[in-house]
Nanobody, 127 residues
Framework: QVQLVESGGGLVQPGGSLMLSCVGS????????MGWFRQPPGKEREFVAT????????EYSGSVKRRFTISRDNAKSTVYLQMNSLKPEDTAVYYC????????????????????WGQGTQVTVSS
């Protein structure tokens, strides 16, 4: 099984940018499709983006499409989330997740699709 550790969160002003990183260990990283989710205060965890095992395919939620970019570097066992044009409503704890399941990215938008989770990193967008 894979262990995941996120980093890169923090406080940023509206319109700013942040890059989140998630490092995997304990297993072959390229055997896993990866996803980013977030949990705003008082709300349920929601899908942000997902990327296939070798990074050829990605999918985004409508609220972040064209602002966020998911990518991965399997040689570094790392998945990234570049977040641009941040809005106050992007404030949340951001989690990375992994699944060994063979599924298209369109089938990886649900929390229950993933088996392994990081501890989360806080992103706060505020002036």
């Amino acid at each position: 099984q894979v262990q995941l550790v996120e980093s890169g969160g923090g406080l940023v002003q509206p319109g700013g940018s942040l890059m989140l990183s998630c490092v995997g260990s304990g297993d072959t990283f390229s055997d896993y499709s990866m996803g980013w989710f977030r949990q705003p205060p008082g709300k349920e965890r929601e899908f942000v983006a997902t990327i296939s095992r070798v990074g050829r395919k990605t999918e985004y939620s409508g609220s972040v499409k064209r602002r966020f970019t998911i990518s991965r570097d399997n040689a570094k066992s790392t998945v990234y989330l570049q977040m641009n044009s941040l809005k106050p409503e992007d404030t949340a704890v951001y989690y990375c997740a992994a699944t060994p399941a063979l599924a298209s990215v369109s089938g990886l938008r649900k929390v229950e699709s993933y088996d392994y989770w990081g501890q989360g990193t806080q992103v706060t967008v505020s002036s």
